[in-house]
């Protein structure tokens, strides 16, 4: 496989098998009640900066409490055969930690922060956060903007830079591994789309069926920690 590109579309349910509670889930009885909406939006965050705050610290140290699992290890692996580009939903740090080292956030990452009036990246301290509470109020930058998640909400245009390299990296890909994502959130939706337009196989790693199936060069009925580790020495036969 060498001089061969992979590149890797991954989404929350690669997470979910590390532990990471997929977005949609009840993460907790706090917010168990709470519109999505209210906690993931700039107009949720202008109303209740402190209750969005509380939120994203707390998923930010819950991350740090899981593992990256054999399908992150597997992806980081496969750098020793190939290029391997990672095209990711997940604003978690999994892939990293698993030792992927191209890694592009579409949404963001949960391991970043930046001023919301002047836009500076923020590395100051973070309260710490052992158990979730419904408000915390957020660090405030030296301009005397608040500081928040370097997060995609709903609303907001994804980050140029991770668009742009992962649009590269779909065009420029031999093959395409779409893994654990519904397909259906756009514009990461339309990537696989773009692969499958410009003739580069697709496979969709992923124990349900998606709005991808039907199109997908070849579709595994998987999870992505028992389909992954063996998934690049097979793909010569699945592909035939």
């Given at each position: 496989m060498v001089n061969v590109q992979v590149t890797v579309l991954s989404g929350?349910?690669?997470?979910?098998?590390?532990?990471?509670?997929?977005?949609?889930?009840?993460?907790?009885?706090?917010?168990?009640?709470?519109?999505?909406?209210e906690i993931s939006s700039t107009e949720g965050w202008q109303r209740h900066p402190e209750k969005v705050w509380a939120w994203y610290l707390w998923r930010h140290y819950m991350m740090k409490a899981v593992a990256p699992n054999d399908g992150h290890r597997a992806v980081a692996a496969w750098q020793d055969y190939a290029e391997v580009h990672v095209v990711t939903q997940n604003v978690d740090d999994l892939h990293e930690r698993a030792g992927s080292q191209r890694v592009h956030h579409l949404h963001g990452s949960l391991f970043e922060f930046r001023c919301a009036r002047c836009d500076a990246a923020y590395d100051g301290d973070l309260p710490a956060m052992p158990e979730p509470v419904e408000t915390v109020n957020p660090p405030r930058c030296a301009c005397g903007g608040m500081i928040r998640p370097n997060v995609v909400w709903f609303g907001e245009a994804l980050p140029s830079e991770a668009w742009d390299r992962s649009v590269e990296?779909?065009?420029?890909?031999?093959?395409?591994?779409?893994?654990?994502?519904?397909?259906?959130?756009?514009?990461?939706?339309?990537l696989p789309e773009m692969a499958l337009a410009n003739g580069v196989p697709v496979i969709e790693v992923n124990p349900e069926a998606t709005a991808l199936s039907a199109s997908a060069t070849l579709s595994l009925r998987e999870t992505a920690a028992t389909a992954l580790p063996t998934l690049l020495q097979r793909l010569p036969a699945l592909l035939g």
């Open positions: 929350a349910g690669i997470s979910a098998e590390s532990g990471v509670p997929t977005f949609r889930d009840v993460e907790t009885g706090l917010w168990a009640k709470v519109d999505p909406y990296a779909v065009a420029n890909a031999d093959v395409a591994i779409v893994v654990g994502t519904s397909a259906v959130v756009y514009p990461a939706a339309g």
